[in-house]
Protein backbone atom coordinates (compact mmCIF):
# COMPACT_ATOMS: atom_id res chain seq x y z
CA UNK A 1 0.00 0.00 0.00
CA UNK A 2 1.29 3.57 -1.07
CA UNK A 3 2.45 6.10 1.38
CA UNK A 4 0.08 8.89 1.66
CA UNK A 5 2.22 10.82 4.51
CA UNK A 6 5.86 10.79 4.09
CA UNK A 7 7.73 13.08 6.88
CA UNK A 8 11.38 13.30 6.21
CA UNK A 9 14.27 14.75 8.54
CA UNK A 10 11.33 17.30 9.26
CA UNK A 11 12.93 20.35 11.68
CA UNK A 12 11.30 23.48 13.21
CA UNK A 13 13.21 26.34 14.22
CA UNK A 14 11.47 29.34 16.02
CA UNK A 15 13.20 32.79 17.10
CA UNK A 16 12.75 33.83 19.86
CA UNK A 17 11.98 37.36 20.72
CA UNK A 18 10.89 40.46 18.72
CA UNK A 19 12.00 40.22 15.04
CA UNK A 20 13.14 43.17 13.98
CA UNK A 21 14.89 44.30 10.54
CA UNK A 22 18.37 42.64 11.16
CA UNK A 23 16.73 39.63 12.28
CA UNK A 24 14.21 40.13 9.09
CA UNK A 25 16.97 40.74 6.48
CA UNK A 26 18.71 37.63 8.08
CA UNK A 27 16.14 35.42 7.43
CA UNK A 28 15.75 36.79 4.07
CA UNK A 29 19.53 35.55 3.88
CA UNK A 30 19.11 32.21 4.91
CA UNK A 31 16.17 32.04 2.32
CA UNK A 32 18.04 32.54 -0.41
CA UNK A 33 21.03 30.81 1.08
CA UNK A 34 18.86 27.61 0.92
CA UNK A 35 17.11 27.92 -2.56
CA UNK A 36 20.62 28.12 -4.24
CA UNK A 37 21.46 24.89 -1.96
CA UNK A 38 24.46 27.07 0.20
CA UNK A 39 25.11 26.56 3.83
CA UNK A 40 23.02 28.57 5.87
CA UNK A 41 25.43 32.06 6.85
CA UNK A 42 23.30 32.35 9.78
CA UNK A 43 23.42 28.98 11.47
CA UNK A 44 25.59 28.86 14.83
CA UNK A 45 28.07 25.56 15.33
CA UNK A 46 26.93 23.55 18.27
CA UNK A 47 23.93 25.32 19.12
CA UNK A 48 21.22 23.32 21.44
CA UNK A 49 18.65 21.59 19.76
CA UNK A 50 15.43 22.61 21.61
CA UNK A 51 16.76 26.47 22.29
CA UNK A 52 19.92 28.48 23.09
CA UNK A 53 18.90 32.07 23.92
CA UNK A 54 17.03 33.30 20.28
CA UNK A 55 16.22 29.76 18.72
CA UNK A 56 14.00 26.91 19.78
CA UNK A 57 13.93 23.85 17.47
CA UNK A 58 9.85 22.91 18.08
CA UNK A 59 10.56 19.30 15.94
CA UNK A 60 13.99 17.94 15.52
CA UNK A 61 14.67 15.36 12.68
CA UNK A 62 11.13 13.64 12.85
CA UNK A 63 11.01 10.65 9.95
CA UNK A 64 7.91 8.42 9.95
CA UNK A 65 5.85 7.47 6.87
CA UNK A 66 1.70 6.47 7.16
CA UNK A 67 0.06 4.49 4.57
CA UNK A 68 -3.35 4.61 2.44
CA UNK A 69 -5.85 4.08 5.25
CA UNK A 70 -3.94 3.68 8.37
CA UNK A 71 -5.78 5.28 11.47
CA UNK A 72 -2.56 6.96 13.75
CA UNK A 73 -2.31 8.11 17.19
CA UNK A 74 0.11 11.12 17.83
CA UNK A 75 0.80 11.15 21.32
CA UNK A 76 3.08 13.62 23.46
CA UNK A 77 2.45 15.49 26.31
CA UNK A 78 2.32 20.05 26.16
CA UNK A 79 5.34 21.16 23.71
CA UNK A 80 6.52 17.70 22.76
CA UNK A 81 5.67 19.55 18.82
CA UNK A 82 2.46 17.72 18.13
CA UNK A 83 0.91 20.93 17.38
CA UNK A 84 3.75 22.34 14.92
CA UNK A 85 3.57 18.94 13.68
CA UNK A 86 0.18 19.11 12.40
CA UNK A 87 0.59 22.71 11.25
CA UNK A 88 3.52 21.05 8.86
CA UNK A 89 1.41 18.61 7.20
CA UNK A 90 -1.48 21.01 7.08
CA UNK A 91 0.62 23.86 4.99
CA UNK A 92 0.22 26.18 7.46
CA UNK A 93 3.99 26.52 8.11
CA UNK A 94 6.30 25.50 6.45
CA UNK A 95 9.96 22.85 7.88
CA UNK A 96 13.11 24.98 8.80
CA UNK A 97 14.93 21.60 7.40
CA UNK A 98 13.65 18.44 5.71
CA UNK A 99 10.34 17.81 3.57
CA UNK A 100 7.07 16.22 3.76
CA UNK A 101 5.19 14.72 0.92
CA UNK A 102 1.42 14.15 0.98
CA UNK A 103 -0.51 11.46 -1.22
CA UNK A 104 -4.44 13.09 -1.92
CA UNK A 105 -6.60 15.96 -0.42
CA UNK A 106 -6.19 17.40 3.27
CA UNK A 107 -8.76 18.32 5.74
CA UNK A 108 -7.11 19.68 8.74
CA UNK A 109 -9.19 20.44 11.98
CA UNK A 110 -6.81 22.25 14.58
CA UNK A 111 -8.18 24.58 16.41
CA UNK A 112 -12.49 25.18 17.33
CA UNK A 113 -13.36 27.76 14.31
CA UNK A 114 -10.19 27.07 12.02
CA UNK A 115 -11.27 28.35 8.63
CA UNK A 116 -14.66 30.15 9.44
CA UNK A 117 -15.17 33.95 9.93
CA UNK A 118 -16.92 35.21 12.30
CA UNK A 119 -19.05 37.71 10.71
CA UNK A 120 -20.89 35.23 8.17
CA UNK A 121 -23.59 32.60 9.17
CA UNK A 122 -22.66 28.99 9.78
CA UNK A 123 -24.59 28.52 5.99
CA UNK A 124 -22.00 30.76 4.75
CA UNK A 125 -19.21 29.33 6.51
CA UNK A 126 -19.96 25.73 5.35
CA UNK A 127 -19.41 27.11 1.34
CA UNK A 128 -16.69 29.07 2.60
CA UNK A 129 -14.31 26.64 4.72
CA UNK A 130 -15.18 23.45 1.97
CA UNK A 131 -13.59 25.90 -0.60
CA UNK A 132 -10.54 26.40 1.18
CA UNK A 133 -10.62 22.63 2.09
CA UNK A 134 -10.34 22.51 -2.03
CA UNK A 135 -14.03 21.15 -2.48
CA UNK A 136 -15.98 21.90 -5.40
CA UNK A 137 -19.49 23.96 -4.98
CA UNK A 138 -21.32 20.70 -6.18
CA UNK A 139 -19.64 18.60 -3.55
CA UNK A 140 -20.78 21.51 -0.60
CA UNK A 141 -24.53 21.57 -2.00
CA UNK A 142 -24.65 17.89 -1.82
CA UNK A 143 -23.96 17.49 1.33
CA UNK A 144 -24.87 20.31 2.96
CA UNK A 145 -28.05 18.70 4.90
CA UNK A 146 -26.14 16.25 6.26
CA UNK A 147 -23.31 18.71 7.54
CA UNK A 148 -26.10 20.61 9.49
CA UNK A 149 -27.66 17.38 10.17
CA UNK A 150 -24.38 16.02 11.62
CA UNK A 151 -23.23 19.14 14.08
CA UNK A 152 -26.81 19.65 15.14
CA UNK A 153 -26.72 23.39 14.67
CA UNK A 154 -30.29 23.51 11.78
CA UNK A 155 -31.70 26.22 14.11
CA UNK A 156 -28.96 28.66 13.82
CA UNK A 157 -27.57 27.80 10.56
CA UNK A 158 -28.42 31.52 9.58
CA UNK A 159 -27.17 32.77 12.73
CA UNK A 160 -23.55 34.18 12.53
CA UNK A 161 -20.96 32.32 14.14
CA UNK A 162 -19.57 34.82 16.61
CA UNK A 163 -22.68 33.99 18.41
CA UNK A 164 -22.26 30.26 18.57
CA UNK A 165 -20.77 28.27 21.64
CA UNK A 166 -17.41 26.92 21.05
CA UNK A 167 -19.35 23.43 21.13
CA UNK A 168 -21.67 24.62 18.59
CA UNK A 169 -18.33 25.89 16.41
CA UNK A 170 -16.40 22.44 17.17
CA UNK A 171 -19.54 20.67 16.15
CA UNK A 172 -19.98 22.81 12.56
CA UNK A 173 -16.11 22.47 11.93
CA UNK A 174 -15.90 18.88 12.99
CA UNK A 175 -18.99 18.42 10.37
CA UNK A 176 -17.81 20.07 7.30
CA UNK A 177 -14.41 18.36 7.22
CA UNK A 178 -15.52 15.16 7.73
CA UNK A 179 -18.15 15.24 5.56
CA UNK A 180 -16.40 16.55 2.29
CA UNK A 181 -14.69 13.65 1.50
CA UNK A 182 -10.57 14.32 2.15
CA UNK A 183 -8.36 11.28 1.01
CA UNK A 184 -6.29 12.52 4.81
CA UNK A 185 -7.85 14.14 7.63
CA UNK A 186 -5.76 15.81 10.85
CA UNK A 187 -7.56 16.68 14.24
CA UNK A 188 -5.92 18.16 16.89
CA UNK A 189 -7.54 17.67 20.32
CA UNK A 190 -10.72 20.11 19.16
CA UNK A 191 -13.01 17.03 20.63
CA UNK A 192 -12.36 18.19 23.97
CA UNK A 193 -15.00 20.98 23.27
CA UNK A 194 -17.49 18.92 22.75
CA UNK A 195 -20.05 16.87 25.19
CA UNK A 196 -19.57 12.91 25.90
CA UNK A 197 -22.31 12.52 23.74
CA UNK A 198 -20.79 14.42 20.27
CA UNK A 199 -17.57 13.05 21.14
CA UNK A 200 -18.89 9.59 20.99
CA UNK A 201 -20.45 10.66 17.22
CA UNK A 202 -17.64 12.23 16.43
CA UNK A 203 -15.33 8.56 16.95
CA UNK A 204 -17.74 6.99 15.13
CA UNK A 205 -17.62 8.80 12.39
CA UNK A 206 -14.19 8.67 12.58
CA UNK A 207 -14.27 4.74 12.24
CA UNK A 208 -16.92 5.13 9.48
CA UNK A 209 -14.01 7.22 7.55
CA UNK A 210 -11.37 4.93 8.04
CA UNK A 211 -13.54 2.15 7.09
CA UNK A 212 -13.73 3.93 3.09
CA UNK A 213 -9.89 3.30 3.16
CA UNK A 214 -8.99 7.25 4.04
CA UNK A 215 -6.07 8.24 6.16
CA UNK A 216 -6.56 9.67 9.36
CA UNK A 217 -3.92 11.33 12.03
CA UNK A 218 -5.77 12.00 15.37
CA UNK A 219 -4.10 13.54 18.31
CA UNK A 220 -5.73 13.47 21.59
CA UNK A 221 -5.00 13.52 25.66
CA UNK A 222 -7.72 11.00 25.70
CA UNK A 223 -6.12 7.60 25.63
CA UNK A 224 -9.14 5.75 25.65
CA UNK A 225 -10.37 7.75 22.20
CA UNK A 226 -7.19 6.90 21.21
CA UNK A 227 -7.30 3.33 22.31
CA UNK A 228 -10.17 2.77 20.41
CA UNK A 229 -10.08 4.29 16.93
CA UNK A 230 -5.96 3.69 16.26
CA UNK A 231 -4.23 0.67 15.63
CA UNK A 232 -0.54 2.31 15.56
CA UNK A 233 0.71 5.19 17.67
CA UNK A 234 3.41 7.82 17.54
CA UNK A 235 4.71 8.94 20.64
CA UNK A 236 6.77 12.73 20.59
CA UNK A 237 9.06 14.01 23.40
CA UNK A 238 10.73 17.06 22.79
CA UNK A 239 10.58 17.71 19.30
CA UNK A 240 11.62 14.08 18.40
CA UNK A 241 10.16 10.69 17.65
CA UNK A 242 10.52 8.47 21.04
CA UNK A 243 8.25 5.73 19.54
CA UNK A 244 6.66 4.52 16.54
CA UNK A 245 4.53 1.16 17.48
CA UNK A 246 1.69 -0.83 17.77
CA UNK A 247 -0.90 1.84 19.64
CA UNK A 248 -1.07 -0.21 23.10
CA UNK A 249 2.73 -0.19 23.39
CA UNK A 250 2.71 3.70 22.53
CA UNK A 251 0.28 4.49 25.41
CA UNK A 252 1.83 2.46 27.67
CA UNK A 253 5.13 4.42 27.16
CA UNK A 254 3.54 7.93 27.29
CA UNK A 255 1.86 7.31 30.26
CA UNK A 256 5.49 5.83 31.69
CA UNK A 257 6.72 9.22 31.20
CA UNK A 258 4.24 10.95 33.03
CA UNK A 259 4.48 7.80 36.18
CA UNK A 260 5.21 9.38 39.47
CA UNK A 261 4.98 6.69 41.93
CA UNK A 262 3.09 8.10 44.79
CA UNK A 263 1.77 5.68 47.58
CA UNK A 264 0.75 8.24 50.23
CA UNK A 265 -1.47 11.09 49.54
CA UNK A 266 -1.90 14.12 52.33
CA UNK A 267 -4.15 17.02 52.27
CA UNK A 268 -2.63 20.59 52.49
CA UNK A 269 -5.49 22.45 52.58
CA UNK A 270 -8.54 21.36 54.80
CA UNK A 271 -11.54 22.97 53.80
CA UNK A 272 -14.92 23.25 55.73
CA UNK A 273 -16.54 20.85 53.80
CA UNK A 274 -15.82 16.94 54.07
CA UNK A 275 -12.82 16.24 52.57
CA UNK A 276 -9.44 12.77 52.43
CA UNK A 277 -7.38 13.85 55.16
CA UNK A 278 -4.93 10.81 54.02
CA UNK A 279 -4.74 7.95 51.71
CA UNK A 280 -1.90 5.16 52.26
CA UNK A 281 -1.59 2.16 50.20
CA UNK A 282 0.61 -0.71 52.32
CA UNK A 283 1.32 -3.70 52.61
CA UNK A 284 3.57 -6.47 54.43
CA UNK A 285 6.04 -6.90 54.49
CA UNK A 286 6.83 -3.22 54.11
CA UNK A 287 6.97 -1.94 50.29
CA UNK A 288 7.49 1.77 48.85
CA UNK A 289 5.75 2.30 45.48
CA UNK A 290 6.35 -0.99 44.44
CA UNK A 291 4.29 -4.08 45.66
CA UNK A 292 4.06 -7.88 45.44
CA UNK A 293 1.68 -9.37 43.28
CA UNK A 294 1.24 -12.08 45.83
CA UNK A 295 0.62 -10.24 48.42
CA UNK A 296 -2.73 -8.18 49.63
CA UNK A 297 -2.53 -4.35 48.97
CA UNK A 298 -4.20 -2.27 51.98
CA UNK A 299 -5.53 1.00 51.13
CA UNK A 300 -6.37 3.29 53.68
CA UNK A 301 -8.62 6.18 53.44
CA UNK A 302 -8.70 8.34 56.51
CA UNK A 303 -11.56 11.63 55.96
CA UNK A 304 -12.69 14.53 58.03
CA UNK A 305 -16.38 14.81 57.75
CA UNK A 306 -16.94 18.03 58.85
CA UNK A 307 -20.32 16.58 60.53
CA UNK A 308 -21.86 15.32 57.86
CA UNK A 309 -22.79 11.64 58.51
CA UNK A 310 -23.40 9.05 56.28
CA UNK A 311 -20.51 9.46 54.03
CA UNK A 312 -19.44 7.33 51.27
CA UNK A 313 -15.98 6.64 50.04
CA UNK A 314 -15.21 5.02 46.67
CA UNK A 315 -12.55 4.06 44.16
CA UNK A 316 -11.33 3.52 40.59
CA UNK A 317 -8.09 1.42 39.85
CA UNK A 318 -6.80 2.48 36.25
CA UNK A 319 -4.31 0.79 34.75
CA UNK A 320 -1.18 2.13 32.58
CA UNK A 321 -3.56 2.78 29.66
CA UNK A 322 -6.54 4.28 31.32
CA UNK A 323 -8.38 1.56 31.35
CA UNK A 324 -11.27 1.14 34.31
CA UNK A 325 -9.93 -2.13 35.96
CA UNK A 326 -12.13 -1.82 39.24
CA UNK A 327 -14.03 0.63 40.73
CA UNK A 328 -15.69 0.02 43.98
CA UNK A 329 -16.99 2.24 47.30
CA UNK A 330 -17.65 1.36 51.19
CA UNK A 331 -21.28 0.68 50.57
CA UNK A 332 -20.16 -2.93 49.85
CA UNK A 333 -18.43 -3.69 53.61
CA UNK A 334 -20.02 -5.97 55.63
CA UNK A 335 -20.55 -3.60 58.96
CA UNK A 336 -20.18 -0.17 58.42
CA UNK A 337 -20.10 2.69 60.42
CA UNK A 338 -22.14 5.93 59.45
CA UNK A 339 -19.84 7.90 61.99
CA UNK A 340 -16.85 5.99 60.51
CA UNK A 341 -13.53 8.65 59.56
CA UNK A 342 -11.65 5.42 58.53
CA UNK A 343 -12.10 3.29 55.88
CA UNK A 344 -9.76 0.36 54.44
CA UNK A 345 -10.02 -1.42 50.93
CA UNK A 346 -8.41 -5.05 50.85
CA UNK A 347 -6.93 -5.59 47.16
CA UNK A 348 -6.20 -9.58 47.28
CA UNK A 349 -3.61 -11.39 45.94
CA UNK A 350 -3.13 -11.47 41.75
CA UNK A 351 -6.33 -9.49 41.69
CA UNK A 352 -4.19 -6.59 39.80
CA UNK A 353 -2.09 -7.60 37.14
CA UNK A 354 1.88 -6.56 36.83
CA UNK A 355 1.80 -3.21 35.61
CA UNK A 356 1.37 0.39 36.43
CA UNK A 357 -1.76 1.41 38.33
CA UNK A 358 -3.14 5.25 39.43
CA UNK A 359 -6.03 5.56 41.80
CA UNK A 360 -8.56 8.00 41.93
CA UNK A 361 -10.80 8.92 45.40
CA UNK A 362 -14.08 9.80 45.97
CA UNK A 363 -16.25 11.13 49.02
CA UNK A 364 -19.66 12.14 48.27
CA UNK A 365 -22.96 11.11 49.96
CA UNK A 366 -25.09 8.82 47.98
CA UNK A 367 -27.55 10.56 45.44
CA UNK A 368 -25.92 13.96 46.30
CA UNK A 369 -22.67 15.98 44.93
CA UNK A 370 -19.46 14.73 45.71
CA UNK A 371 -17.73 16.87 48.26
CA UNK A 372 -13.44 16.10 46.86
CA UNK A 373 -12.91 14.04 43.52
CA UNK A 374 -8.96 13.42 43.85
CA UNK A 375 -7.62 12.13 40.32
CA UNK A 376 -4.66 9.98 40.84
CA UNK A 377 -4.43 10.25 44.55
CA UNK A 378 -2.43 7.48 44.58
CA UNK A 379 0.03 6.08 41.87
CA UNK A 380 1.62 2.36 42.14
CA UNK A 381 3.06 -0.65 40.78
CA UNK A 382 2.68 -4.11 40.97
CA UNK A 383 5.61 -6.27 40.68
CA UNK A 384 6.45 -10.22 40.30
CA UNK A 385 8.30 -11.72 43.27
CA UNK A 386 10.08 -14.62 44.36
CA UNK A 387 9.27 -18.12 42.61
CA UNK A 388 6.30 -16.72 40.10
CA UNK A 389 9.04 -14.48 38.93
CA UNK A 390 10.95 -16.88 38.02
CA UNK A 391 8.81 -19.55 35.81
CA UNK A 392 6.36 -16.49 34.41
CA UNK A 393 6.68 -13.11 32.54
CA UNK A 394 4.37 -10.17 32.71
CA UNK A 395 3.82 -10.49 29.11
CA UNK A 396 2.05 -13.20 29.50
CA UNK A 397 -0.63 -12.13 31.63
CA UNK A 398 -3.58 -10.00 29.65
CA UNK A 399 -6.44 -8.27 30.23
CA UNK A 400 -7.11 -5.87 32.70
CA UNK A 401 -7.46 -7.73 35.87
CA UNK A 402 -5.12 -9.97 37.53
CA UNK A 403 -4.85 -13.72 37.33
CA UNK A 404 -6.20 -14.64 40.72
CA UNK A 405 -9.92 -12.66 40.04
CA UNK A 406 -11.03 -15.86 38.80
CA UNK A 407 -11.23 -19.12 41.35
CA UNK A 408 -10.55 -22.40 40.28
CA UNK A 409 -11.31 -25.48 41.77
Known sequence: ??????????????????????????????????????????????????????????????????????????????????????????????????????????????????????????????????????????????KFDQIVDFAEVEQFI?????????????????????????????????LAVGDARFQEKCLGKMESIAGEGRTILFVSHNMGAIRALCSRGILLREGRVVMDGSIDETITAYIGDNFASASSYEAKERPASPHFERITATQEPAAQGTFSIGQPLVVTFETNPCGKKDLTVGLVIRNSQGVWVQHSSDEFAAAKDPLATVSRCIIPPHA???????????????????????VNALSFEIAFDGAMAARTHAADWKGACGPGLLLWE
Not at 38 to 67: C, M, T, Y
Not at 162 to 177: D, E
Not at 354 to 373: V, W
Request: glycine letters at 12%.
Open 352 to 374: LGPGKYHLDALLAKRNEEAYEHL
Open 1 to 142: MSAAIRVENVSKRYRLGVINRRMLYQDLQSRWARWRGQEDPHSKVGEKLRGNGENFWALDGINFEIRAGEVIGLIGGNGAGKSTLLKILSRITSPTKGRVCLKGSVASLLEVGTGFHPELTGHENIFLNGTILGMRQSEIRR
Open 158 to 190: DTPVKRYSSGMYVRLAFAVAAHLSPEILIIDEV
